[in-house]
């Protein structure tokens, strides 16, 4: 079972990431899949069978919930036959990309923002016509975990980048404006990725690509408005199962009530 599949109440994490990007007004999606992550693709893909046992049986609310994901946008997928990277996965879109700006949107930063996260980039990219990278604010005992920015504040929440570091040491950020999962990229960015070589782990980083496109042309940075949740590990995928089935009208009321009791019942034993 691909990570990616697992659900948040009840829609795997990659549909959430699909609705942003259509929500964010984008219309193909290209899907970078890997050995054994097929059930991504298929998610997506018309259940001729189970339409027609639903209106069979009259579930129309489901059936329309079904049709709604088939229905999102265009699909295409590439494959990565090896796990090299955040920037090979980018290069190997490069045709189906072709030479248009457009979105990277990583299915384990799931964001609740308004409006959507790739909407606020692409606004900044239309207003700057650059690339532009998402950033947060992180506890300075975690930039280790991220990319982080050396930056010209430009106001709103919005940045001219002027260097890039990978995975810093405390005392080696620069700031605590972590590069998050989204990206809106220009195409020039394949040309400089095809360059890089593969780090000490043996994969090549798209913040290595954008640190040699630096030179090239200005780099942005816009600080989004919203919640994220890192659902690549446990507590993250935790915290937000909780908070999107606190948004949940039809489960809201009764899984807080039960998370109130069971925080009483468990007092000072966690």
């Given at each position: 079972?691909?990570k990616?599949?697992?659900?948040?109440?009840?829609?795997?994490?990659?549909?959430?990431?699909?609705?942003?990007a259509?929500?964010?007004?984008i219309e193909?999606?290209?899907?970078?899949t890997a050995?054994?992550?097929?059930?991504?693709?298929?998610?997506?893909?018309?259940?001729?069978?189970?339409?027609?046992?639903?209106?069979?049986?009259?579930?129309?609310?489901?059936?329309a919930?079904v049709r709604?994901?088939?229905a999102?946008?265009?699909?295409g997928?590439?494959?990565?036959?090896?796990?090299?990277?955040?920037?090979?996965?980018?290069?190997?879109?490069?045709?189906?990309?072709g030479?248009?700006?457009?979105?990277?949107?990583?299915?384990?930063?799931?964001i609740d923002?308004e409006?959507?996260?790739?909407?606020?980039?692409?606004d900044?990219?239309?207003?700057?016509?650059g690339?532009v990278l998402a950033?947060?604010?992180?506890p300075?005992?975690?930039?280790?975990?991220?990319g982080?920015?050396?930056?010209?504040?430009?106001?709103?929440?919005?940045?001219?980048?002027?260097?890039?570091v990978?995975?810093?040491s405390?005392?080696?950020?620069p700031?605590?404006?972590?590069?998050i999962?989204?990206?809106?990229?220009?195409p020039?960015?394949?040309?400089?990725?095809?360059?890089v070589?593969?780090?000490?782990?043996?994969?090549?980083?798209?913040?290595?690509?954008?640190?040699?496109?630096?030179?090239?042309?200005?780099?942005f940075?816009?600080?989004?408005?919203?919640?994220?949740?890192?659902?690549?590990n446990?507590l993250?995928?935790?915290?937000?199962?909780?908070?999107?089935?606190?948004k949940?009208p039809?489960?809201?009321?009764?899984?807080a009530?039960y998370?109130?009791?069971?925080l009483?019942?468990?007092?000072?034993?966690?």
């Amino acid at each position: 079972m691909p990570k990616e599949m697992l659900p948040l109440v009840d829609k795997p994490i990659i549909q959430y990431a699909v609705e942003e990007a259509v929500a964010s007004g984008i219309e193909q999606i290209v899907m970078v899949t890997a050995r054994g992550k097929t059930a991504m693709v298929d998610h997506f893909d018309v259940d001729v069978e189970l339409e027609t046992l639903l209106e069979d049986r009259g579930k129309l609310e489901q059936l329309a919930a079904v049709r709604h994901v088939s229905a999102l946008a265009r699909l295409g997928t590439v494959r990565q036959g090896r796990p090299l990277g955040l920037g090979h996965a980018v290069c190997i879109t490069r045709d189906l990309v072709g030479e248009q700006p457009f979105a990277v949107v990583l299915g384990d930063d799931v964001i609740d923002a308004e409006p959507p996260a790739v909407r606020q980039l692409i606004d900044l990219f239309d207003r700057v016509q650059g690339p532009v990278l998402a950033v947060e604010r992180v506890p300075m005992d975690q930039v280790g975990r991220y990319g982080v920015i050396d930056a010209e504040p430009l106001g709103d929440g919005t940045y001219r980048i002027r260097d890039l570091v990978e995975k810093p040491s405390r005392d080696e950020a620069p700031s605590d404006l972590a590069i998050i999962g989204r990206y809106v990229l220009t195409p020039d960015i394949f040309e400089v990725l095809a360059g890089v070589r593969e780090d000490r782990t043996g994969e090549i980083q798209l913040t290595s690509g954008l640190r040699e496109l630096l030179r090239q042309r200005p780099i942005f940075a816009c600080e989004v408005q919203g919640t994220r949740h890192d659902t690549g590990n446990k507590l993250g995928f935790l915290k937000a199962t909780v908070y999107y089935a606190l948004k949940r009208p039809d489960v809201c009321g009764p899984l807080a009530a039960y998370m109130r009791r069971l925080l009483d019942e468990m007092d000072g034993h966690c």
